[in-house]
């Protein structure tokens, strides 16, 4: 068998401070995608001499013969003052979120470095001490003193039991409160809040809202609404168990197996914090009803719904088997078949949500007007589309004299 010409190397940690030149002279070609790359003055230089194309989201420069080591977490981790500190030179990374309490900041330093591949959340004091904190995500900070709750936190009746005299907690999205806490028994614990927005119901906010930070946004659920703490699917039988006011924090959807304006007939009142989705023959009945909503979406009656898909290909056969057209939604790539014409996609197609659509230059105009939240929309052959699968594709030659390496990490 012949020898290999090309080498790739694809892992999330490559560490090329024990590399030998010789060992890789062989190869005509080496390709490394890499999350991270462990390079030292002279590994750096060998780098140099080889043909390598790295494509890597961090270099990181070690000084030599310093044995530092990799240590990953998937996940969620937390640091604090009672957390072990690490045994040596450690390189940490958290492929997840981040907490990091008070009293850490000298744990956090021993760290020779600490990459986050998400979310990190920090006390405000420590956003600017921690030098060496590399953030692939986002960061976030909460005030000092707060005790760290789940980003969407449900304050249910034994809360105000577990709370802490003179307590401060935060969330960093949302706090719902449920109808049954005992609002009192937290003022009177001086307990305080921190988070973006509160859901809260009427008869308890002049209690409770005086107990959130000034930046909060406040949502009230007015006496008698059934709140709906996710996006709902509406049905008959869901008002009959909970009621004819409802208040959904997330979208509200018409069932499809069912009449939309008998069901909205069959509420007094509707709030939606999100979008209302319903066919073109309760538009009549929606509107009567006066909601309170974010947005409003109207889909062709009895349309077939595509969704959470991969890929999409759609012919004119099964448009025109689809008598209430199409609707494409949260999905990967569109594809559309050269034979939809332009008056089909008008007529008969919907796509929300996705990332890419392929179509020809005839159809390009049509599918712009019937698209909603579409990074990409064109040929194959050209653009960002082009350029994507030029580099599937291009990557895939040569693959007989190509030898690989797939690993989590890699020593070279």
Known sequence: M???KNLMINCEI???????EEDYAQYEHITVNAEIVAVTPSSKQILARLPVEMNCEQTMELPEGREARFKTINGSHRIGPGSPMPDGDVILIVNGSLTVEPGAEELLRSYQAIIINGTVQMPQSMADALHNLKINGS???????????????????????QAREGGRYYAAKRIIVRS????????????????????????????????????????????????????????????????????VLGDLE??????????????????????????EEARQAFEALDADYDELEIVRTGSRLLEGMVNVHLDAALLDASEGGVCVRNSAQVTLAPDITPAQILDKLTIRACAAVVCTEEQRSAVTAVAREVAQIGSAEGGMIGDMLGKVFGG????????????DSYCM
């Open 254 to 279: 018409i069932a499809a197996r069912e009449d939309g304006a008998q069901l909205l007939a069959m509420l007094d009142a509707l709030i939606v914090r999100g979008t209302v989705r319903i066919g």
């Open 2 to 4: 012949s020898e290999k």
């Open 139 to 161: 960061a976030e900070t909460y005030p000092d003193g707060y005790t760290v709750l789940k980003r969407r936190f449900v304050l249910d009746r034994f809360f105000p039991l």
């Open 14 to 20: 490559l560490d090329t401070r024990g590399m030998r």
């Open 396 to 407: 895939l030659r040569g693959l007989a004299d190509t030898k690989f390496i797939n690993a």
């Open 180 to 247: 049954d806490v005992d609002a009192d028994a937290l003022v009177q614990k001086h307990v305080r809040f921190a988070a973006k927005s509160l859901v809260v119901p009427e008869r308890l906010a002049q209690t409770l809202v005086p107990l959130f930070s000034e930046e909060t946004e406040i949502m009230v659920v007015p006496e008698g609404f059934f709140l709906a703490e996710k996006s709902v699917a509406l049905s008959s039988g869901f008002v009959r168990k909970n009621g004819k006011k409802l208040f």
